[in-house]
């Protein structure tokens, strides 16, 4: 069976436990490339992870962003959003259909 995780800061990835995703508390470069990887080659099939962390990896997304599995979706972190999540989302779809149908 498929898991689901979240990776970023503690304030902002506390509360996913209560919905059942496995919690990763982790905001260091290296460990944060090694966990995604360590979760992709665990089952894992969808990783949330703060825009703020996931800018401290972007090689390590990137190189995920043409498997199938895991999908990595890049969510707000506490202190606000920057975009880097819905930009992120306008790349895939317009992969995926051809045209950036969200504008």
Do not use: Q, W
Request: net charge negative; charged share 20%.
């Amino acid at each position: 069976m498929y898991k689901a995780a979240v990776i970023g800061d503690s304030a902002s990835v506390s509360g996913f436990a209560a919905l059942g995703l496995s919690v990763f508390r982790e905001t260091e470069p290296e460990k944060v490339s090694k966990l995604i990887s360590r979760l992709a080659a665990n089952d894992f099939a969808v990783i949330y992870i703060t825009e703020p962390a996931a800018a401290l990896v972007t090689d390590t997304i990137a190189k995920y962003r043409s498997c199938k599995l895991p999908a990595i979706i890049l969510i707000p972190a506490i202190e606000g959003n920057t975009g880097d999540g819905m930009r992120a989302l306008h790349e895939a779809v317009e992969k995926a259909v051809g045209s950036d149908i969200l504008n």
